[in-house]
């Protein structure tokens, strides 16, 4: 059964642009969430899709969003990219929250 | 401001002890709790749930969760060198996805 898939494992991006990462869910999971961790920071939640339905978000700015497609793939952009955006950016899927969440390998942003 | 703490170590227990590791969170509407294990470079991994007061285990690993004194703890039987990582707690507030995660505590078992 394959895991939870993330492209690309990494990015190097220049301040002012934007960029898209994708992450595809375990089949039959619903529910995709998205994480950015930094060492300063740690791991924190950005917002989780459930049926191509925003259920949460955090407290990030608006240049963070998201979406999710019928086939539960997910994915989140970053626009007018600033150099603290620099992170991992996790993807985690469920079947349900009971379950917990698989997480994705991860997606390494530069910016520059 | 919900929050989930636990002490950043490091933590450091000799081969075949047992590993404690604590964590508090500030929600009592808190409803579902997890421990992860990341090691350097790699992403989370899940190796514990538990929703209700009491003990669960798994293995080598048991989850403990006191709802009345808002922690959770996880403990390590027979530690091994490779269960060298950081474990982080998480907390769920609600039926959604929104997990609240503690910095983490890194744990080394020395050989």
């Known amino acids: 059964k394959a895991g939870v898939t993330q492209t690309p494992r990494y990015l190097i991006k220049t301040r002012g642009q934007q960029v898209t990462l994708s992450c595809s869910p375990i089949?039959?999971?619903?529910?995709v969430s998205w994480y950015q961790q930094t060492p300063g920071q740690g791991l924190q939640f950005l917002f989780e899709?459930?049926?191509?339905?925003?259920?949460n978000k955090g407290n990030f700015p608006g240049r963070f969003s998201g979406r999710q497609f019928s086939n539960s793939r997910s994915e989140m952009n970053v626009s007018t990219l600033e150099l603290g955006d620099s992170a991992l950016y996790l993807c985690?899927?469920?079947?349900?929250?009971?379950?917990?969440?698989?997480f994705g390998s991860g997606t390494r942003l530069t910016v520059v | 401001q919900k929050e989930v703490e636990q002490n950043s170590g490091p933590l450091s227990v000799p081969e075949g002890a047992i590993a404690s590791l604590n964590c508090t969170y500030s929600?009592?509407?808190?409803?579902?709790f997890f421990w992860y294990r990341q090691y350097s470079g790699k992403s989370p991994e899940l190796i514990m749930s538990?929703?209700?007061?009491g003990d669960k285990e798994d293995g080598r690993f048991t989850a403990q969760l006191n709802k009345a004194s808002q922690y959770v703890s996880l403990l390590i039987r027979d530690s091994q060198p490779s269960d060298s990582a950081t474990y982080l707690c998480?907390?769920?507030?609600?039926?959604?996805?929104?997990?609240?995660f503690g910095q983490g505590t890194e744990l080394s078992v020395k050989p």
């Open positions: 089949s039959g999971h619903r529910s």
């Open positions: 998480a907390v769920s507030y609600n039926q959604g996805g929104k997990l609240i």
């Open positions: 899709y459930f049926s191509e339905t925003q259920r």
């Open positions: 538990i929703y209700s007061n």
């Open positions: 929600d009592r509407g808190s409803q579902s």
């Open positions: 985690a899927s469920s079947f349900a929250l009971n379950y917990g969440y698989t």
